[in-house]
Each structure stands twice: as C-alpha cells, then as structure tokens.
C-alpha cells in the first residue's frame, strides 16, 4: 500500500481543499491529512475563522481521506512521514522547495485558481464591516 500525507490549516473550507485531496490520492492508496491545530496557527501568525474540531471534522468527512491527525509543528513533518511510512508528501507549489529534505517522494501541485481561504477571509471581513 502506498501512503500519502497533506497539510494544511483548512479553513473556510472549500473545492480547492478537495482538489488538493484528490490529487494527492492520485499518489498513493492511502491518504493522511494534516490539520494545523488552532495553537500552531498562533505560532504561524494565522487566525483561522474555525476552530480545529470544526475544521478536522469537515476534513474527516471527505471520503478521499483516510486518517486525520493534528499539526502542532514545522518539524512535526520529518517524524510523520517515519511514524506513518509515508511514500510521498504532497503540498501546494508556493511551498516548492520547503520540503525537498524529508525522505520520501515530495510532490509540489500547483494551487487551485480562483479560490483560496485568505481570499473568501477578505470577502467574509468586507461583509462584516458593511
């Protein structure tokens, strides 16, 4: 069985999070995903609209993954892909290079256009200043 892992923060929850899953099946038999807890966010300077319960069972709901485990740090990657035997890591291309270290297969996908968090973040504070 070939594993896969993802990461990510998942909030404002959208069909660029599906994406990301379903390309990262593509990999592997196997899909991990990573939910950013609402601590390591505060340590990446970023406040999420939802709270982590809220945001891992939106994650858990998706039949495309298969394991939802908590981030709570950058190094945290290196000990997952061991303790999960992980084959290959998938994560957006803006992060491409960031992860060339860790030992398994490392796959940079391009974002989904048109959607993303920060952006729907925007529209929701615009609407609650009017």
Known sequence: ?????????????????????RRAKEFGDHLTVAVSTDNFNKLKNKISVFP????????ESINLVDLVIPEYSWEQKESDVINYNVDTFVIGDDWKGKFDYLSCNVVYIPRTEIISSTEIRKIL??????
């Open 52 to 59: 982590f319960d809220k945001r891992k069972e939106w994650v």
């Open 125 to 130: 504070n615009g609407m609650a200043s009017t």
């Open 1 to 21: 069985m070939k594993k896969v892992i993802t990461y990510g923060t998942f909030d404002t929850f959208h069909y660029g999070h599906i994406e990301i899953f």
